[in-house]
Structure formats: structure tokens, C-alpha cells
């Protein structure tokens, strides 16, 4: 499967985007989903994931309550909507394709590339 993450920006604290990733090429619904990011100088770390009905959402302690993640299977396209953003949340966010949720990044198969998303204070 081809993933292609979009929907990074610049934005204020305390603002809001909606990244996406669209896939291609094997069945999107078999696979769960998740989104990762990697801040300068830091480990890639896992931020959010669903499950490959979209029945089941997890998420890292960080953005909870923040992050929602989603997806449309009819369209092969995941979301990570990110609200009420902060200085801390910015990093290169990628979106990543499994045979289950992950949260140690290795574990996935496949991988977008990196959208940037940049939070100013």
C-alpha cells in the first residue's frame, strides 16, 4: 500500500489542523492505521492509531483529548484531526499502515511521507 500524508502547516498555539493520508494500491481496510511523529532531535514516537474498522482508536497520553483520529474506508483515506495545538506538538508527522495498532514505530509496514506541522507560540 502508497500512503501520501498531507495537511501540515503553520499555525498559532491553541489552533487547529486536519492532516490526511490518502493510500493506494492494496486493500486500505486491511490494514490499521496509525499517525507518528518525529520532533527535532527526538526519537519518532507514536501519537495516535485505528483500528482497520475504525471501531477502536488509541492515542498517546500527550494528545489526548487534543488528537482525534479517523478514517473513511470508502475513501482509503485516514485523519488526524489536532486541536487546541501546542509549541510541543510540532514535528514531521508521518502516517504508517500495520497489521494492528503499534505503537512502537518499527512494527509498521509501510509509511507516507512526513507532512511538517510547526506550532508558533
Known amino acids: 500500500v502508497q500512503l501520501q500524508a498531507s495537511g501540515g502547516g503553520l499555525v498559532q498555539a491553541g489552533g487547529s489542523l486536519r492532516l490526511s493520508c490518502a493510500a493506494s494500491?492494496?486493500?486500505?481496510?486491511?490494514?490499521?492505521m496509525g499517525w507518528l511523529r518525529r520532533a527535532a532531535g527526538k526519537e519518532r514516537e507514536f501519537v495516535a492509531g485505528?483500528?482497520?474498522?475504525?471501531?477502536?482508536?488509541y492515542y498517546a497520553d500527550s494528545v489526548k483529548g487534543r488528537f482525534t483520529i479517523s478514517r473513511d474506508n470508502a475513501k482509503n483515506t485516514a485523519y488526524l484531526q489536532m486541536n487546541s495545538l501546542k509549541p510541543e506538538d510540532t514535528a514531521v508527522y508521518c502516517c504508517?499502515?500495520?497489521?494492528?495498532?503499534?505503537?512502537?514505530?518499527?512494527?509498521?509496514?509501510?509509511w507516507g511521507q512526513g507532512t511538517l506541522v510547526t506550532v508558533s507560540s
Open positions: 494500491g492494496r486493500t486500505f481496510s486491511s490494514y490499521a
Open positions: 485505528v483500528s482497520r474498522s475504525g471501531g477502536s482508536t
Open positions: 504508517a499502515a500495520g497489521s494492528y495498532v503499534f505503537t512502537t514505530p518499527p512494527d509498521y509496514n509501510y
